[in-house]
Structure formats: C-alpha cells, structure tokens
C-alpha cells in the first residue's frame, strides 16, 4: 500500500486547511484510515481515524475544529482543519491499517501562525 498526502502548508491562527491522503495498492475492505501527527520534541499523536464504514475517533483537542472524510471510491481520507491554532502545528501523517498491518506516507508540514 502507497499513500500519497497533500494540502499542508502555512496558515494564521483562526484559518482553515485541508489535507488528502491517496493510497494505491491492495486495499482491504476492511480498513481504517486517519491522521496523526507530531509536534517538535513531542510523540506521534492520532488526530482522526476513520473505518470504511464510516465509524470517526477524534482526539479532544481537535473536536469540533477538525473533521475526517473518506471517499471509498478513491481510497482517499481527507482532514479538513478549521479554527486552526498554534498548537496545531507539526507534520501530519497520514496512516492506513489493513490486513496486512499499517502503512504511513511521508507527511506533510502544518504550520499556525499566531
């Protein structure tokens, strides 16, 4: 499985991005796709997850700011981020579990400006 992101990028605090995360390759029917991401000196978080049936998980602190989407057709997940703050910024990741275990794809670098 590949996964392809795009959509980071800079953004002022209160504004608004959306990221996409293409995999190719052998999906399973049964997958679940999401976002994390990591801050400088600090751990790997989740930020959403979503199954292809359509099931979320959110972290607290991004309820009601962030919402996960999928396209089933396109084995895509998209992160649409609103309300955006400093504390968002880091390198989101994009992670596909299947079958077979997870994959990640490269990231792509949020950044919020005060």
């Known amino acids: 499985v590949q996964l392809v992101e795009s959509g980071g990028g800079l953004v002022q605090a209160g504004g608004s991005l959306r990221l996409s995360c293409a995999a190719s390759?052998?999906?399973?029917?049964?997958?679940?796709m999401g976002w994390y991401r990591q801050a400088p000196g600090k751990q790997r978080e989740l930020v959403a997850t979503?199954?292809?049936?359509?099931?979320?998980n959110y972290a607290d602190s991004v309820k009601g700011r962030f919402t996960i989407s999928r396209d089933n057709a396109k084995n895509t997940v998209y992160l649409q981020m609103n309300n955006m703050k400093p504390e968002d910024t880091a390198v989101y990741y994009c992670?596909?579990?299947?079958?077979?275990?997870?994959?990640w794809g490269q990231g792509t670098q949020v950044t919020v400006s005060s």
């Open positions: 979503m199954s292809r049936g359509g099931s979320t």
């Open positions: 390759g052998s999906i399973s029917s049964l997958s679940i």
């Open positions: 992670r596909y579990t299947g079958w077979d275990g997870n994959y």
